[in-house]
């Protein structure tokens, strides 16, 4: 079973970087198309970014186009997220996931998340 493991959150100002991997372990990444998720405090858990099994495709939401980037190491099995020109509406738990067909599926168990906190 694939377990998954985030890092890199921490708290910056308002317009700085932080860059988030997750790691897996029980499993290889390439089967899935792979996702980050956030969920900030009092809402529902939503899409960020997604990244086709070989990293050809992305897929962001709109919130965050043009800012994030999200990208793969199969042969590592981990997935990363580069945040930049962050914003006080980004802070929230960001979770990884993956699904085999979907890039907005989480068929994998969640994480713990890595918390953000970006402060204005």
């Known amino acids: 079973q694939v377990q998954l493991v985030e890092s890199g959150g921490g708290l910056v100002q308002a317009g700085g970087s932080l860059r988030l991997s997750c790691a897996a372990s029980g499993g290889t990444l390439s089967r899935y198309i792979m996702a980050w998720f956030r969920q900030a405090p009092g809402k529902e858990r939503e899409f960020v970014a997604g990244?086709?099994?070989?990293?050809?495709?992305?897929y962001y939401a709109d919130s965050v186009k043009g800012r994030f980037t999200i990208s793969r190491d199969n042969a590592k099995n981990t997935v990363y997220l580069q945040m930049n020109s962050l914003r006080p509406e980004d802070t929230a738990v960001y979770y990884c996931n993956g699904d085999p067909r979907s890039p907005r599926g989480s068929s994998l168990t969640w994480g713990q998340g890595t918390q953000v906190t970006v402060s204005s």
């Open positions: 990244i086709s099994w070989s990293g050809g495709n992305t």
